[in-house]
């Protein structure tokens, strides 16, 4: 170990020394961006990159079950990925189908998938039911995995599959009217039953959420860390857990 090594670890543990566990988030959502980046500064391949970003999922989750984090929702691909050319998406989606039976296999996490299956290759959807029923019994954190996510195409299928809920039961659309509210749309999200994110990270700089749950993110704090996702390390997630716990939350009052 070199003196840089250790004074980071000496560092990461004052920080961690310092953290109440009372005031860490439940529910944390991150956009994991950066891959290309860190992999064109790093002199590899976008694929390169996107494998080294799949690798820090499993250190992450690890770091969340150290803090007593609950829900940890992962954006590993957006519904606007999926128009990115073929020799690029078939490699990426692979990648993340690995990532998934991984997150799988080590049987602490229950794995959720959130987006549009319809949006995605017949491969991927199997790994991702799959993923979903062989940890549906785990008691870990719920991993929420976003793959063909995207915010305003959540909201526009929370309202379709409303509007079928009621047509089967035989309301109207004028009676329908007048008793949908914010808590019947939230009944038909994708992360229906969970809690909204307290705090959502995003690596790489950018400071805009692109389409991040946007209905669940009313209220959440955010976080923009400047490091690539594949270099984000425990202490860049300590960092992030410090300053939520030194915001006072107001919820609009």
Same mark, same amino acid.
């Given at each position: ?8 670890? &000496?560092? #990461? !543990?004052r ?7 009372? *005031? ?6 991150? %956009? +994991? ?28 989750l ?14 590993m691909?957006?519904?606007?990925n ?18 998934v ?18 949006? &995605?290759? #017949? !491969? ?8 979903? *029923? ?6 870990? %954190? +719920?991993?929420?995995v976003?793959?063909?996510y995207g ?26 009217a ?54 984000? !390390? ?20």
């Open positions: 170990m070199n003196l840089r090594d250790l004074v980071y670890r &000496l560092y #990461a !543990r920080v961690e020394g310092r953290l109440d566990h009372a *005031q860490v988030p439940k529910h944390i959502g991150v %956009i +994991l961006d950066g891959n290309r980046r860190w992999a064109k500064a790093s002199g590899g391949t976008p694929e390169q990159g996107h494998k080294a970003g799949a690798s820090k999922i499993q250190e992450l690890g770091w969340c079950a150290e803090t007593d984090v609950e829900v940890v929702t992962l954006w691909l957006s519904t606007d999926l128009n990115r050319p073929e020799e690029q998406l078939v490699p990426l989606l692979g990648i993340i189908e690995d990532a039976r991984a997150l799988a296999a080590d049987g602490r996490w229950r794995v959720h998938h959130v987006g549009t299956l319809d949006l &995605l290759p #017949a !491969r991927t959807q199997a790994v991702l039911k799959e993923a979903q *029923q062989a940890t549906h019994g785990n008691t870990g %954190i +719920l991993v929420n976003a793959v063909g915010g305003r195409q959540e909201i526009a299928d929370a309202v379709r599959s409303l509007l079928l809920e009621h047509a089967d039961k035989g309301t109207s659309f004028e009676e329908l007048e008793i949908v509210d914010v808590e019947h749309i939230s009944e038909h999200l994708y992360t229906r039953g969970q809690p909204d994110p307290d705090l959502v990270i995003r690596t790489s700089g950018e400071q805009r959420l692109s389409g991040f749950m946007l209905w669940q993110s009313a209220h959440s704090e955010y976080y923009f860390c400047e490091v690539h996702w594949p270099a984000f !390390r425990k202490v860049d997630f300590l960092r992030a857990l410090r300053d939520y716990a030194a915001r006072h939350r107001r919820y609009g009052t």
